[in-house]
Nanobody, 126 residues
Framework: QVQLVESGGGLVQAGGSLRLSCAAS????????MGWFRQAPTKEREFVAA????????YYADSVKGRFTISRDNAKNTVYLQMNSLEAEDTAVYSC???????????????????WGRGTQVTVSS
């Protein structure tokens, strides 16, 4: 089992920044693919970003590319999502997820991930 707990959400003005954290416990965190998803009201869950076990490969949705950065610290069992130039359209509940491994195409589907956190609310005011 892997337990995931997100933090760092909040209210920010458009153009501002937030950094989300996801603390993991349980099985060997450092060997898992880690990702972030988001879900806005009335919308389906959307893939945001993912990072491989070593941090050497990162993957982003087109909607956040160039604005968001995913990173991880395996010594702290934590994955981060740095969000810059936030837009009102980024408002959502952000959840982190983990799985042993996935291809890029597969990782964009939330149903392929094994473990989930409960999420943290991000609200961007315009």
């Amino acid at each position: 089992q892997v337990q995931l707990v997100e933090s760092g959400g909040g209210l920010v003005q458009a153009g501002g920044s937030l950094r989300l954290s996801c603390a993991a416990s349980g099985r060997t965190f450092s060997s898992y693919l880690m990702g972030w998803f988001r879900q806005a009201p009335t919308k389906e869950r959307e893939f945001v970003a993912a990072i491989n076990w070593s941090g050497s490969s990162t993957y982003y949705a087109d909607s956040v590319k160039g604005r968001f950065t995913i990173s991880r610290d395996n010594a702290k069992n934590t994955v981060y999502l740095q969000m810059n130039s936030l837009e009102a359209e980024d408002t959502a509940v952000y959840s982190c997820a983990s799985v042993q491994s996935l291809t890029y195409k597969s990782m964009t589907y939330g149903s392929n991930w094994d473990y989930w956190g409960r999420g943290t609310q991000v609200t961007v005011s315009s």
